[in-house]
C-alpha cells in the first residue's frame, strides 16, 4: 500500500504540475483537513505527508501528539494543529504536569514541526461526561502557562473544538445563544480567548441538520447550491448556507456573553458518502457537493455575512475513511480519501474562475469511484 500510496501521490503532483492553475488549492490559506487515525489500514504518516504536499494543503489538525506523525511532518510546509485526549485533562490541570506535557510533546518538535495550535480536549461541553467540564479551562490555562514558560505562546494557540450543541438557540442565528448550564465555564472559556487571541473552534455539520428532518431542510441550503436562502430578520443579513448560518450564530452566542471579536472557526465540517437505511443524505452525490462548494468559496477566502471581511478558516473532516470509528456506518465513511489514497469521489473544483467566466480553467481529480455529475 505504500508504493501504491506513492505512486498516486506521484501522478497527483505530475497533473497539478501542467495544470493551469498549478496546485490543488493554491492560494487557499484557510483551508485544513482532519487527519484521523481510528483505522488499521491507513498509510504511514510520510505518505499521508506527501499526499498533502500534492494536494496543497497547508493545514492538518490530528487527534493526538502521535510523534510518528510530529516527527514525519518535520520540515514540512504543513501547519498542524494537536490535541490533548480528553481523558488527559485532570491531569494537566496542575502546571507542572502541563508544564511536563508540553516539554515532552510539543517542545521536541518545535519549530521544525509547524504545530500552530492545541485543542484541549474535544466537545468538552457537550461530552456525556460531565466531570470534564470543571477539568476544561484550568487545563487551558496550566498548557498555555507551560508554552509562555517555554516561549512558544505567541507561535501556538491554546482553544478548544466545540460541538454546535452547546447553543441552545442557532436559528435564526441573531438568536444564537449558549445553554445556561455552561454559561459560567463558557464565560471562562471565553475571557481566556478573548486576552490570547485564540479562536473559538466549532465542529459543524448541516448534514445532521437534513438527517435529522430532510422534510423540512432544504438539501441545497445545506449543500451550498445555488438556492433561495433565508434572511434573519432581525439583521436582514442573508443566508445562502447553512454553516454560514451556524458559524453566525455561534459569534451572536459569544457576543451575548459580553465578549466580541473573538475568531470563529470551523474545527470540523464533511458529510458521508456512505450511511446506514436511516442516515438519510449520506450518499456519494450529496458529499461531492458539500466538499467542492466549500473549497470553492474557501478559494475566495469569505467570511459569513456577519464579518464579510474575516476569513473564515474551516478544516474538512475527514482526509481517510478510518474502518475502526464506532458507531453508525456514517461515521466510517466521511472520507475523501480511501486508506490506500484512491479518492472515495472526485474533488474536483472549478478554480477561482467566477461562475459566469468563460474560462475551462478547473482543476478535476478524478477517481475510480462513480462519477458525480457537476
Given at each position: 500500500m505504500a508504493l501504491l500510496c506513492i505512486r498516486i501521490a506521484m501522478i497527483l503532483v505530475l497533473f497539478l504540475a501542467f495544470s493551469e492553475n498549478y496546485g490543488f488549492l493554491r492560494g487557499v490559506t484557510s483551508l485544513g483537513i482532519n487527519?484521523?487515525?481510528?483505522?488499521?489500514?491507513?498509510?504511514?504518516?510520510?505518505?499521508?505527508?506527501?499526499?498533502?504536499?500534492?494536494?496543497?494543503?497547508?493545514?492538518?489538525?490530528i487527534y493526538d501528539t502521535n510523534p510518528q506523525i510530529l516527527t514525519a511532518f518535520a520540515n514540512s510546509n504543513v501547519e498542524l494543529i494537536v490535541t490533548v485526549e480528553n481523558q488527559m485533562l485532570a491531569v494537566l490541570m496542575d502546571p507542572q504536569q502541563a508544564f511536563q506535557w508540553v516539554s515532552t510533546h510539543i517542545k521536541p518538535y518545535f519549530?521544525?514541526?509547524?504545530?500552530?495550535?492545541?485543542?484541549?480536549?474535544?466537545?468538552?461541553?457537550?461530552?456525556?461526561?460531565?466531570?470534564?467540564?470543571?477539568?476544561?479551562?484550568?487545563?487551558?490555562?496550566?498548557i498555555h502557562g507551560a508554552l509562555a514558560q517555554l516561549g512558544l505562546d505567541s507561535y501556538i494557540h491554546v482553544?478548544?473544538?466545540?460541538?454546535?450543541?452547546?447553543?441552545?438557540?442557532?436559528?435564526?442565528?441573531?438568536?444564537?445563544?449558549?445553554?445556561?448550564?455552561?454559561?459560567?465555564?463558557?464565560?471562562?472559556?471565553?475571557?481566556?480567548?478573548?486576552s490570547t487571541k485564540a479562536p473559538f473552534w466549532i465542529?459543524?455539520?448541516?448534514?445532521?441538520?437534513?438527517?435529522?428532518?430532510?422534510?423540512?431542510?432544504?438539501?441545497?441550503?445545506?449543500?451550498?447550491?445555488?438556492?433561495?436562502?433565508?434572511?434573519?430578520?432581525?439583521?436582514?443579513l442573508?443566508?445562502?448556507?447553512?454553516?454560514y448560518a451556524q458559524v453566525d450564530a455561534v459569534i451572536f452566542a459569544i457576543a451575548r456573553m459580553g465578549f466580541d471579536g473573538i475568531e470563529v472557526g470551523v474545527s470540523e465540517t464533511g458529510w458521508p458518502s456512505k450511511g446506514d437505511?436511516?442516515?438519510?443524505?449520506?450518499?456519494?452525490?450529496?458529499?461531492?457537493?458539500?466538499?467542492?462548494?466549500?473549497?470553492?468559496?474557501?478559494?475566495?477566502?469569505?467570511?459569513?455575512?456577519l464579518r464579510p471581511n474575516m476569513r473564515?478558516?474551516?478544516?474538512?473532516?475527514?482526509?481517510?475513511?478510518?474502518?475502526?470509528?464506532?458507531?453508525?456506518?456514517?461515521?466510517?465513511?466521511?472520507?475523501?480519501?480511501?486508506?490506500?489514497?484512491?479518492?472515495?469521489?472526485?474533488?474536483?473544483?472549478?478554480?477561482?474562475?467566477?461562475?459566469?467566466?468563460?474560462?475551462?480553467?478547473?482543476?478535476?481529480l478524478t477517481s475510480s469511484a462513480t462519477k458525480v455529475k457537476t
Open positions: 487527519y484521523g487515525q481510528v483505522g488499521n489500514n491507513l498509510p504511514q504518516p510520510e505518505k499521508v505527508l506527501d499526499l498533502l504536499s500534492s494536494l496543497k494543503l497547508t493545514k492538518a489538525r519549530p521544525a514541526t509547524r504545530i500552530t495550535g492545541i485543542a484541549v480536549g474535544n466537545e468538552v461541553f457537550t461530552d456525556s461526561d460531565t466531570t470534564l467540564l470543571a477539568y476544561l479551562v484550568p487545563a487551558i490555562v496550566s482553544s478548544t473544538p466545540n460541538s454546535l450543541a452547546v447553543l441552545t438557540e442557532s436559528y435564526p442565528p441573531s438568536a444564537g445563544s449558549f445553554k445556561t448550564e455552561v454559561s459560567g465555564i463558557m464565560s471562562q472559556y471565553l475571557q481566556f480567548l478573548s465542529n459543524a455539520y448541516p448534514y445532521f441538520a437534513y438527517k435529522d428532518k430532510p422534510d423540512e431542510v432544504p438539501l441545497d441550503y445545506v449543500l451550498f447550491n445555488p438556492n433561495s436562502g433565508m434572511i434573519d430578520p432581525h439583521t436582514k442573508h443566508y445562502d448556507n447553512m454553516l437505511a436511516d442516515e438519510v443524505g449520506a450518499m456519494v452525490d450529496n458529499a461531492a457537493a458539500y466538499n467542492k462548494n466549500i473549497l470553492r468559496r474557501q478559494f475566495k477566502n469569505e467570511g459569513t455575512p473564515l478558516e474551516i478544516y474538512l473532516f475527514a482526509l481517510f475513511n478510518e474502518d475502526m470509528k464506532p458507531g453508525p456506518t456514517s461515521e466510517r465513511n466521511y472520507g475523501l480519501f480511501q486508506p490506500d489514497c484512491t479518492m472515495v469521489y472526485s474533488v474536483g473544483i472549478s478554480a477561482l474562475s467566477s461562475p459566469s467566466s468563460t474560462s475551462s480553467a478547473s482543476i478535476s
